[in-house]
């Protein structure tokens, strides 16, 4: 079965800490995987990544996919509180080999608190 | 705001009613997705249509049905509603049949049950 999980489930800093939040996965015909941010409503989009080892970045935070090893990192630097949310991880697959849906298999999140 | 309109925003019902939520996606998106969210379960994919038909389908309950119309607007109809049924319920949209640059979220529905 598909399965992506995420660590820490939560975590608490203090501003201009640096964060590492970690993502495995397990699915068929892996086609991308995807970062979002969730504050009180709406996941906004953050990266989506398809090739090992090419870091994407965005401001403070960056992200990289290891396809080998199944995983992803989320990195955010000299965090501020404007980044307390939750972080959601998610897997793109194949239905089949030929076959594109654009279904999205979700982790459980990562609840990141920033204190002043 | 993200230009995926959810209607209603929040909704109290009984146990055993049924409901209608309703989506229109961002103008000129052909996919509409619809997730669950609950406090124990994460985000959960229900249901894909794409341009009118069924494209993907997840662990949707039986009671749980979903339609897009010619206009493309979507509705999730949630029938003989139990208490595990209180969750939020999101739609979303992309240009084509794949998630892309991340597909683009509606602010949600939240169903209460009681």
């Known amino acids: 079965e598909d399965k992506v999980v995420q660590s820490p489930l939560s975590l608490v800093v203090h501003e201009g800490d640096t964060v590492t939040l970690n993502c495995s996965y397990e699915?068929?015909?892996?086609?991308?995987l995807l970062w979002y941010k969730q504050e009180k409503k709406a996941p906004t989009f953050l990266f989506m990544l398809t090739s090992s080892g090419i870091e994407k970045k965005s401001g403070r935070l960056s992200s990289i996919l290891d396809k080998k090893e199944l995983f992803s990192i989320l990195n955010i630097t000299a965090t501020q509180t404007g980044d307390s949310a939750v972080y959601l991880c998610a897997v793109e697959g194949l239905r089949s080999r030929y076959s594109n849906t654009g279904k999205l298999i979700f982790g459980q999140g990562t609840t990141l608190q920033v204190k002043p | 705001d993200s230009g995926v309109t959810q209607t209603p925003k929040h909704l109290i019902t009984a146990t055993g009613q049924r409901v209608t939520l309703r989506c229109s996606p961002r103008?000129?998106?052909?996919?509409v997705y619809w997730y669950q969210q609950s406090l124990d379960q994460g985000l959960q994919f229900l249901i894909q249509?794409?341009?009118?038909?069924?494209?993907a389908k997840g662990n949707i309950l039986e009671r749980f049905s979903a339609q897009q119309f010619p206009d493309l607007h979507s509705e999730l109809n949630l029938s003989s509603l139990e208490l595990g049924d209180s969750a939020l319920y999101f739609c979303?949209?992309?240009?084509?049949?794949?998630?892309?640059?991340?597909?683009?979220f509606g602010s949600g529905t939240r169903l209460t049950v009681v």
């Open positions: 249509y794409y341009n009118g038909e069924e494209r």
């Open positions: 103008s000129g998106d052909l996919s």
């Open positions: 699915v068929t015909n892996f086609r991308s």
């Open positions: 979303a949209s992309s240009v084509d049949f794949r998630a892309h640059y991340g597909y683009t």
